[in-house]
């Protein structure tokens, strides 16, 4: 493995390892039970922890996704990750906090200029909420992303629009 690969390796590891660090111990945690389908949400001052199975599209011409998705932030970090379990294979992404106010949370995907979506997560602390809005990038309206763009649930194939998903807990997992 080359040098730089493993520097990558290790600055991911340890980021990680501070996100997942002291899972469920902090003191003073708020966790609002969740209505029947609701995703749960738990956070304190710092951290945030969010899972769900369910993400329900808004516009009926997409379709749904199912699989198991966690959320772990650490605001000091200014940093979360996301992890995906579809199929029995797991997929990780940090995604960069932008905003943690005492009601709501929003996250985004690092995603360099040009691309043809941005992904943003939206989580209302109190209602017990969270939203995935995928959107059109800088590039949306190029044939190269028109003809290559698939949102997760079904996606863009013509006109580059935004799409809105939203978490929840499936009554058949529950």
């Known amino acids: 493995m080359p040098s730089r690969n493993r520097r990558r390796f290790a600055l991911l590891t340890f980021a990680a390892s501070l996100l997942f660090?002291?899972?469920?111990t902090s003191q003073s945690s708020n966790t609002v039970l969740p209505a029947r389908g609701a995703p749960v949400v738990s956070w304190d001052k710092d951290d945030l922890l969010v899972s769900g199975d369910?993400?329900?599209?808004?516009?009926?011409?997409?379709?749904?996704?199912i699989f198991q998705t966690a959320i772990r932030c650490r605001k000091k970090l200014g940093l979360c990750a996301l992890s995906n379990n579809k199929n029995g294979g797991v997929t990780v992404h940090f995604l960069v906090l932008t905003a943690w106010t005492p009601q709501q949370v929003t996250i985004r995907g690092e995603i360099p200029s040009g691309m043809c979506e941005k992904n943003e997560y939206v989580i209302d602390l109190f209602r017990s909420?969270?939203?995935?809005?995928?959107?059109?990038g800088t590039q949306a309206h190029s044939s190269?992303?028109?003809?290559?763009?698939?949102?997760?649930?079904?996606?863009?194939?013509?006109?580059?629009?935004?799409?809105?998903?939203?978490?929840?807990?499936?009554?058949?997992?529950?």
């Open 21 to 24: 660090a002291n899972l469920g």
């Open 144 to 174: 190269g992303c028109r003809q290559s763009v698939v949102l997760p649930g079904g996606g863009w194939p013509g006109n580059p629009r935004k799409v809105v998903y939203e978490l929840s807990k499936s009554p058949t997992l529950q």
């Open 129 to 136: 909420s969270v939203l995935q809005i995928f959107s059109p």
């Open 54 to 65: 369910l993400w329900s599209p808004q516009d009926s011409n997409e379709k749904p996704m």
